[in-house]
């Protein structure tokens, strides 16, 4: 097996933005750094399931309903 293939993996400390931490291995940074980060699965939409509503730009949402409304969606 070839040397030196695999990346250094290091402890590093995750800050999520409600202020927890928590230790993972990464090779990100060096040993010890702290991540700290702007989003995370704790507030994102992505992951929360959002309170955000589709908007209609130009009818495009209208279109398509009208094109496909025989489909039963």
């Known amino acids: 097996m070839k040397k030196n293939l695999h990346p250094d993996y290091h402890l590093i400390t995750v800050k999520m933005t409600d202020g927890t931490e928590y230790q993972t291995r990464s090779t ?19 992951w929360t399931g959002g309170t955000s509503r589709l908007m209609d730009q130009g009818g495009r949402v209208s279109k398509f309903k009208k094109k496909y409304e025989g489909l039963g969606f």
């Open 28 to 46: 990100w940074g060096k040993e010890g750094d702290t991540l700290v980060l702007d989003i995370d699965p704790t507030v994102h939409p992505a």
